[in-house]
Nanobody
Framework: QVRLVESGGGLVQAGGSLRLSCAAS????????MGWYRQTPGKQRDLVAT???????NYGDTVKGRFTISRDNPKYTVYLQMNSLKPEDTAVYYC?????????????????WGQGTQVTVSS
């Protein structure tokens, strides 16, 4: 089974920075896209940023110019550098990946999620 494990969340003051990491483990053939989403209580999960294996990036409108996504392809790891944090960035941040893995049912393409890491920005 594939596991995505996030790290780097925590409490930071407004204007500060955090760096999230997400490492994947398991039998992975390819992760075509990896990314970050976030969710607050009672709201849907929103896009933060995604990155393809070729390095193409996409950002949510509210984080453009402040957050930077990057990945280490050989290590199946994705990072999110968050600068100029605002209280409204407070959320649980989830790592996601889309690709081909091998599990108990054989080789399959699917979407995979981490368990999330809390980011809290105080004003």
């Amino acid at each position: 089974q594939v596991r995505l494990v996030e790290s780097g969340g925590g409490l930071v003051q407004a204007g500060g920075s955090l760096r999230l990491s997400c490492a994947a483990s398991g039998i992975i053939y390819s992760f075509d896209a990896m990314g970050w989403y976030r969710q607050t209580p009672g709201k849907q999960r929103d896009l933060v940023a995604t990155i393809t294996s070729g390095g193409s990036t996409n950002y949510g409108d509210t984080v453009k110019g402040r957050f930077t996504i990057s990945r280490d392809n050989p290590k199946y790891t994705v990072y999110l550098q968050m600068n100029s944090l605002k209280p409204e960035d407070t959320a649980v941040y989830y790592c996601a990946a889309e690709g081909v893995v091998e599990g108990i049912f054989g080789i399959r393409r699917g979407d995979y999620w981490g368990q999330g890491t809390q980011v809290t920005v105080s004003s």
